[in-house]
T-cell receptor, first 114, second 114 residues
Framework: DGGITQSPKYLFRKEGQNVTLSCEQNLNHDAMYWYRQDPGQGLRLIYYSQIVNDFQKGDIAEGYSVSREKKESFPLTVTSAQKNPTAFYLC?????????????FGPGTRLTVL | AQTVTQSQPEMSVQEAETVTLSCTYDTSESNYYLFWYKQPPSRQMILVIRQEAYKQQNATENRFSVNFQKAAKSFSLKISDSQLGDTAMYFCAFINYNFNKFYFGSGTKLNVKP
């Protein structure tokens, strides 16, 4: 089945630690995205990538980093610089970053800082 | 700047009845796309319906239809014959034509009662 996978489903982090969230897609999409969702709010864009070895900051990139070494993978690292990292994180992909292309979402990762 | 407003934080409907969720948006763009996404308790974001702004005809997808009023910048979702599986958070979202960046509303929690 084609789709987007995220792991782990739940992640716990101690303060001061960096953690990496995995996102993999086998849809052959060029574009990938990371969103953050807080309770009672819609999604906010953290980073996006239009193509391998290229990525751009979204609206709330501070305290996060990404890499795009392979087309199918777009891992997100939550660094210790992110002051309030507890949230639900969603990865998405689309054929391209053109507005005509629908984004498809993964199942998400719930990150909790202890 | 683009904004998306969902003024109904929570709604309830009886099974088999019809419910309408409201969404308004603000943009200076003339070409864009509007979406409704469903997020059930599993937290998976599922595309419900999509509307191209240049199309006057309202989009329909089985029991789901929209009322798109471009001049009023309104994009409501009608769910007919509501089912228990429709219980979820519903997010309205806007995308520019040229760039696939979502602007999300804060969501409406829909409870379908038996």
């Amino acid at each position: 089945d084609g789709g987007i996978t995220q792991s782990p489903k739940y992640l716990f982090r101690k303060e001061g630690q960096n953690v990496t969230l995995s996102c993999e897609q086998n849809l052959n999409h060029d574009a990938m995205y990371w969103y953050r969702q807080d309770p009672g709010q819609g999604l906010r864009l953290i980073y996006y990538s239009q193509i391998v070895n290229d990525f751009q900051k979204g609206d709330i990139a501070e305290g996060y980093s990404v890499s795009r070494e392979k087309k199918e993978s777009f891992p997100l690292t939550v660094t210790s610089a992110q002051k309030n990292p507890t949230a639900f994180y969603l990865c998405a992909s689309s054929i391209s970053t053109g507005g005509t292309d629908t984004q498809y979402f993964g199942p998400g990762t719930r990150l909790t800082v202890l | 700047a683009q904004t998306v407003t969902q003024s109904q934080p929570e709604m309830s409907v009886q099974e088999a009845e019809t419910v309408t969720l409201s969404c308004t948006y603000d943009t200076s763009e003339s070409n864009y796309y509007l979406f409704w996404y469903k997020q059930p308790p599993s937290r998976q974001m599922i595309l419900v319906i999509r509307q191209e702004a240049y199309k006057q005809q309202n989009a329909t997808e089985n029991r789901f239809s929209v009322n798109f009023q471009k001049a009023a910048k309104s994009f409501s979702l009608k769910i007919s014959d509501s089912q228990l599986g429709d219980t979820a958070m519903y997010f309205c979202a806007f995308i520019n034509y040229n760039f696939n960046k979502f602007y999300f509303g804060s969501g409406t929690k829909l409870n379908v009662k038996p």
